[in-house]
């Protein structure tokens, strides 16, 4: 394989992983504002996702990591509900990345 090829190769590689994150982030929205029940969106501001809710953290102004946003979510803080029942590993991880993403702390 020659340079040009090893090069064309490496770009696609690295377009495959940022569509595989953008996918993610995609899964994750849909989980924050549609999947989880109740919806993020109720108690959580995310400029995002188009909510304004009052009672959890503005999460734009917290930018959580996606470490912070899977303990919240799996085990719950305060108010919020444990979420480790009604959600998958993968959605939990989806949502994660999502907040962790969207709000500049990843």
Same mark, same amino acid.
């Given at each position: 394989?020659?340079?040009?090829?090893?090069?064309?190769?490496?770009?696609?590689?690295?377009?495959?992983?940022?569509?595989?994150? &953008?996918?993610?982030?995609?899964?994750?929205?849909?989980?924050?504002? +549609?999947?989880? +029940?109740?919806?993020?969106?109720?108690?959580?501001?995310?400029? &995002?996702?188009?909510?304004?809710?009052?009672?959890?953290?503005?999460? &734009?102004?917290?930018?959580?990591? /996606? &470490?912070?946003?899977?303990?919240?979510?799996?085990?719950?803080?305060?108010?919020?509900?444990?979420? /480790?029942?009604?959600?998958? /590993?993968? +959605?939990?991880?989806?949502?994660?990345?999502?907040?962790?993403?969207?709000?500049?702390?990843?």
């Amino acid at each position: 394989m020659n340079k040009k090829a090893v090069l064309a190769t490496a770009g696609l590689l690295t377009f495959s992983l940022h569509a595989s994150a &953008d996918e993610l982030a995609n899964q994750g929205k849909e989980v924050f504002t +549609q999947v989880a +029940q109740p919806s993020c969106t109720i108690c959580h501001t995310l400029a &995002d996702a188009g909510s304004a809710g009052a009672v959890g953290p503005n999460l &734009d102004e917290l930018k959580p990591t /996606e &470490d912070q946003v899977r303990m919240a979510v799996t085990q719950g803080v305060g108010v919020m509900p444990a979420f /480790e029942a009604s959600l998958t /590993e993968e +959605q939990i991880k989806a949502v994660a990345h999502y907040v962790a993403t969207v709000t500049g702390s990843k």
